[in-house]
């Protein structure tokens, strides 16, 4: 029998529960980002499988390793690249390994580590990294089963108890807020910034309250113009939108820019247009589409994720004894699955040597 130690599974990242929106900016991979990053990835000795999951409230990494010195090289080299300290990225991480990294992912990927708890969004975005890790043949025998496994659990929470049931989405309490705000819906005017998924969700509900006048703008006219006519909206050019924004009462923002796109001075021109109007910006980009101080302009209100998820916190106290339940369940299948792992595909994995070829190599069939 090998004396080689075995692989180890592990999770590794900043999420909302320790990382406020500020950092989780400076932690976000863009497009690009996530490229670049990832090629370096596939050069890091020891690694042998991961995949990475990076959304708005969370950057978080999975993986197999062959030693936690090789965890540890990795939270240096995203550091590194992102021009963040070890020190302070060290303070707000989540860091598990094996059967913790296995309950962690579960959790995740039901929903019960949310911002939005019980939210159904987490479980698409968990699948598109798996798909994303699939593509870059990221991910091997390990992560294929513990990621195909997973899907299979969430399914079974949300099925088996009611941790979704009243759930308080982000695009209703957007809505809530702005009712609040101005009333009846229907003669408020509504632009969407960013054709985003997100974004569309919120632009729906706003339809649902009865809000009937909408206008959409993205940097890609064909893709506004194709959300605009789903929803029965008015395409603009991304442009002309800071010239229109006095138009505006309501603008949802869902960008992908890596900087402010709304500036101060655009909403003080607003403002000057309109100031017995009331301008309510939804941020729920990250980074932030919109210059945090326009909060201090007069008659302007402006929330972002965070701001939005507070507020949904205080519907949660119903949902408490579903979460135990939930939980009660994932605990016993994070049980199961590290039991699988540990018997047999990790113990494979040790007879595998590592290599540049093995780790991140041609696609490796998915596990019965």
Known sequence: MSDQPSPTLFTLGASHHTTPIELREKLALTADKMN??????????????????????????YGLADATETVEQLQHEFCAFQGFSDGEFRAIRHHALNRDAIQHLLEVSSGLNSQMLGETEILGQVKDAYAAA????????????????????AKHVRSHTAITEGQISVANVAVDLATKIFGELASVHILLL??????DKTAKAFVSRGARSLT???RRLERAQELASALGAT???????????????????????????????????????????????????????????????????LYNLDDLAKIAEENLAARTA??????????????LLWEQINKVALTGAVARPPSDKSKVGGAVPSPR
């Open 216 to 218: 959409v703008a993205s």
């Open 194 to 199: 960013g054709a985003g998924e997100i974004g």
């Open 235 to 301: 395409a603009l050019p991304f442009e002309q939108w800071a010239a229109r924004l006095a138009d505006f009462d309501i603008v949802v923002c869902s960008t992908a820019a890596p900087q402010t796109v709304v500036k101060l001075a655009e909403t003080r021109a607003a403002m000057k247009k309109r100031p017995a109007r009331p301008l309510f910006f939804i941020d729920l980009a990250l980074p932030r589409d919109v210059d945090p101080t326009a909060a201090d302009e007069g008659n302007v209100f």
């Open 322 to 335: 579903e979460v135990k339940h939930a939980r009660e369940i994932l605990t016993e299948k994070a049980n």
């Open 36 to 61: 670049a990053f990832c090629d370096r990835l596939n050069h890091l000795s020891g690694l042998r499988e991961y995949a990475v999951l990076n959304t708005c409230n969370r950057v978080e990494f």
């Open 134 to 153: 699939q593509s870059r043949h990221s991910v091997g025998p390990v992560l294929n089963r513990v990621f195909q496994k997973t899907f299979q659990y």
